[in-house]
Each structure stands twice: as C-alpha cells, then as structure tokens.
C-alpha cells in the first residue's frame, strides 16, 4: 500500500486527509494518507526515516519555507516562489514543489473583475508568496501586509488607512486567524472603509465564512473562501506524486 501524508502543525482539522481517504476510497486506489503533526520541521527526518512505504507529502503551515532545508531539490516554479507544499519521493530524492500558486490561479480566475487591479496580501507566510506568485502572473499590483514591513513592497496593518483600502479592491487572507475553532479572530483591518466593488478572498476554508469574509460581505463586498483553492492544489499534487 502506499503511503502519503501532510506534514504541519496542529492540523487536526486538515482538508487534505479527508479529501485523499475519500479520494482512495471512490476510486478504489491502494493507498493511505496520514497526519504528521510535528512541533519541529526538523523532525521530518524521523519521519522519512521511520515511513519506509511513503510516497509523497504535502506541507502546510507553519513549514512550507523551512521545509526546504530538508529537501534534495526544487523545481524552478517553487524555487522563484520561495515556498513548498508538496514534496515527491523519487529514487530516495525529495522534491519540493508548489502548487499552492496554480490552485490560486485557478479559483481565483473565474472571479475577478476589471475592478480588482491592485491587492492587498494580508501576511507574509509561505502562502502569501504563492498568492504573490498568482497575483504576478495577471500583472495585478499588490501589497503585502504584515506586522513589521521588512521592504519595500510590505506595509504594516496600522499603516492601512481609508486611501489604501479604497483603492485596493481585492483583499486576500494568507494567514490563519479565522481557522476553527478559532472562528472570532480576523485580522485587523478597517473593514468599514470596503465596498460593494471590493472582493475578499480567504485561504482559510473552515468555517466556510470567516470572521474576515462575514465583514466583508456585511460591507457589500464580494467574498470567497480556500476551499476550491485547496481542492485544486490537491489535484495539481496528486498528478505530481503520479509523474
């Protein structure tokens, strides 16, 4: 049988193991996926070293940059993104891939509008540089948020003013406030200065509406959550895993 994983920190909740089981199931595929919770990505070596049957893995908060420390090589796409979700096992190598950014792409295509010309990134995680990769690859300006401004292209979250907000129209959430059973955290923008032309896009998936999406719906915005984002970059994975 074989074996693929998730790699993360308290990832109880994990979208990828109910997906992949059910996936295993529908389509009778001899496989199993598992959770790796670890509270050091250094740990992955006992990992790989203890689970002679896996396969592949997928990363997740807080590990998709640090995990690249522990890997053999990454492709070119993950390279210029700074960041990995995805590892395949191929002849004893790892290899670190990203398809964070396609299942971005792909979610997020179908609902943009003339409006939405300049972002904001709210965090500067891992996901946030493959939604900065998405967002490159349809020449949308964006900023990036966080709470200490490290370059030019980052600003802190008390530097969000009426200005920024109004002519940023679309908003995405790459950080994990919001996350059940978190659910009353968001973060902390001034949500009365969005509109109806603005559109929010969370990557967290559960609850189906966040804290975040709910203020910007009771706004008038437009919103979504990660869920088709992350059914996307679990097929670009599966496809990966089976090159």
């Not at 398809?99 to 972002?119: C, M, N, R, V, W």
Request: aromatic share 12%.
């Amino acid at each position: 049988m074989r074996k693929y994983g998730l790699i993360g920190k308290n990832i109880d909740y994990s979208f990828s193991k109910a997906y992949f089981s059910k996936k295993f199931e529908k389509y009778n595929i001899d496989a199993s996926y598992v959770n790796f919770d670890i509270d050091d990505i250094s740990k992955i070596k006992e990992i790989i070293k203890k689970e002679k049957d896996l396969c592949g893995l997928n990363v997740t908060i807080p590990y998709k940059q640090s995990v690249v420390d522990f890997l053999d090589n990454i492709d070119d796409n993950a390279k210029s993104i700074g960041a990995v979700n995805t590892i395949k096992f191929d002849n004893g190598k790892l290899i670190g891939y990203n398809t964070d950014a396609y299942g971005f792409i792909k979610s997020l295509f179908p609902l943009l509008e003339k409006q939405h010309q300049k972002a904001l990134v709210l965090g500067s995680g891992g996901a946030s540089k493959a939604v900065c990769s998405g967002l490159k690859s349809f020449d949308i300006d964006y900023r990036i948020v966080s709470r200490s401004a490290k370059n030019d292209l980052q600003i802190t979250y008390d530097q969000l003013d009426k200005d920024i907000i109004e002519s940023h129209k679309l908003i995405v959430n790459c950080t994990p406030l919001g996350t059940h059973p978190n659910i009353h955290e968001s973060p902390n923008i001034p949500y009365e200065y969005i509109g109806n032309k603005h559109f929010l896009f969370d990557l967290v998936y559960n609850p189906k509406v966040t804290t975040f999406l709910a203020q910007g719906s009771n706004q008038g915005a437009k919103i979504c959550n990660g869920y088709d984002m992350l059914r996307f970059q679990a097929e670009k994975a599966w496809e990966i895993w089976n090159a």
